[in-house]
């Protein structure tokens, strides 16, 4: 990269369905979570190519009691983040209850508990419009097939300006199976500019598809559409749903993802203008740029959203979220440096998949070693700790205590088919129940696991290969945990984490 240019991608994990909004000088970008919580990630920018991640919008996930356990592919889809009446407002789907909203005055909060505008099986990617011509206020959503039945079309509402309700029975306003070749519409941002509605969408798929542009005089349609990004000649598959913002000077610019496999939706900045016809252009022409000129905004310095953690007076750093809605005592508070993680009982200890108490962040994206020294406090046999690589499959390497009261690093796996996990290295004894943990990510999400117990680094078993979720990049993670039965079990503590480029 030379001055004045960036890379794509400028967000390189698993940042899935940006939407991004301008207040002022600064930009926000909001992404799907889906069942980990905190969810709705935060991310500020000055020059939209370097991001950081300020905060949470979403403590946890509701109703409740539907995220007790892990439910990777559900909860938060697709997000929608706007301005108005000088409150910021995200909208999402929950394929499985509806249409929720939450809303606060600044981007770190307070930010309301989740409203439930419209409930219904299959209600994803909503967008809200206030449209300031008319006083008026309207949202378009798309459609989830395996809970709906129903794809590939766009339905829009007349909304309460206050954002509470929807205040019609809804109108497809676009409906994909009329448009030839056309399929799997979804993730719709909804626009007002020059006079006409606007909606960018992408359809065909989130790793073959391209991204589409509808355009109406009126919110109902009739709509026209056009093709503005797709593949063509690049390397840049299936370029996805994303958001439009403005610049204080005038400029447009266009976020929007890129399906990575294990890493999940990357984040890629394509340059856009208007056409002397009217209609929007984006990338190169139509094709996603890999290099281009940086937006003409204050210089800012190099950042990205944090990654390593000292874990300073016990607590961890916003980048990290748990597998379902947490309990009280899973992390505990204390004076020192270092994350204590209570040895948590579970009759699934043998699935880190089913497992509540994983502490995760996103995988980077490009080839990186992670590496974290744990100590295991428990004296339980059985209890265990450990760094994961988290997926449809996963693997993990740690620390088990035994029945003769030594700790022991083991490193074990499970392929997307099996019920529980088995063993991918030979038991090692940890003379002090003390560990570096190494986990080498190479070219293709192939990881190779180490451990140094004094003595060097080693590696352990065969090297592994991450695999996503369906719709979710996988993920690091941290954890302790113990057999099934009663009482306190005692703690692992998790000390220097650190991510850094192989």
């Known amino acids: 990269m030379t001055a004045g240019t960036y890379t794509n991608p400028v967000l390189d994990a698993d940042w899935s369905d940006p939407d991004v909004v301008r207040v002022g000088d600064d930009f926000y970008l909001t992404a799907s979570s889906f069942g980990r919580a905190p969810g709705l990630p935060l991310l500020h920018s000055r020059d939209l190519v370097n991001w950081t991640l300020v905060g949470h919008a979403l403590e946890r996930l509701e109703p409740a009691g539907e995220f007790t356990g892990p439910r990777h592919d559900c909860g938060v889809w697709a997000p929608s983040l706007r301005h108005h009446d000088d409150r910021f407002w995200i909208f999402w789907g929950d394929p499985d209850q509806g249409i929720f909203q939450v809303n606060a005055p600044e981007i770190r909060g307070p930010w309301t508990r989740p409203h439930l505008v419209k409930a219904g099986k299959g209600l994803i990617d909503p967008c809200p419009l206030w449209d300031d011509d008319t006083g008026e206020a309207y949202l378009v959503h798309a459609w989830a097939k395996s809970r709906s039945g129903v794809k590939n079309r766009l339905t829009g509402h007349r ?111 394509q340059p856009m203008r208007w056409g002397t016809d009217g209609w929007p252009v984006l990338g190169a022409d139509g094709a996603p740029v890999a290099v281009h000129r940086r937006p003409g905004l204050p210089p800012q310095p190099p950042a990205a959203p944090a990654t390593d ?72 046999p059985g209890a265990r700790a450990g760094l994961t690589v988290l997926g449809d499959a996963f693997g993990w390497i740690g620390l088990q205590r035994g029945t003769d009261g030594a700790a022991h690093v083991v490193h074990r796996f499970a392929e997307a088919v099996a019920e529980r996990e088995r063993d991918a290295g ?77």
């Open 159 to 269: 909304m309460h300006p206050d954002g509470t309700e929807l205040l019609d029975d809804g109108k497809v306003i676009v409906d994909g199976d009329r448009i030839p070749g056309w399929f799997t519409l979804e993730g719709p941002k909804l626009y007002k500019h020059d006079g006409w509605f606007w909606i960018l969408a992408p359809a065909g798929g989130v790793e073959t598809g391209w991204q589409g542009a509808f355009r109406s005089r009126g919110f109902f349609g009739p709509y026209e559409e056009r093709i503005v990004l797709e593949q063509r000649d690049t390397d840049v598959n299936g370029p996805h749903q994303g958001g439009w913002v403005r610049t204080p000077s005038g400029e447009d610019w266009f976020l929007h993802f890129q399906q990575r496999g294990a890493y999940g939706r990357v984040v890629h900045l």
């Open 309 to 380: 953690d000292d874990f300073p007076g016990g607590r961890f750093g916003r980048q990290w979220s748990w597998t379902a809605n947490p309990h009280a005592g899973w992390a505990t508070q204390h004076s020192g440096d270092g994350l204590k993680l209570a040895c948590v009982r579970s009759a699934e200890a043998h699935d880190l998949r089913r497992i509540s108490s994983v502490l995760t962040q996103r995988l980077p994206g490009t080839p990186s070693a992670v590496e974290v020294e744990l100590r295991l406090d428990s004296r339980e």
């Open 426 to 502: 030979h038991a090692t004894f940890a003379p002090e129940g003390r560990v570096r943990l190494r986990i080498e990510i190479g070219a293709g999400a192939r990881c190779r696991f180490l451990y140094d117990v004094g003595d060097g680094p080693r590696a352990s078993g065969p090297v592994f290969a991450a695999t996503p979720w369906r719709w979710v990049g996988a993920l690091l993670g941290l954890f302790a945990l113990a057999p099934a039965g009663q009482g306190h079990a005692g703690a692992a503590t998790f000390t220097q984490f650190r991510i850094s480029a192989l």
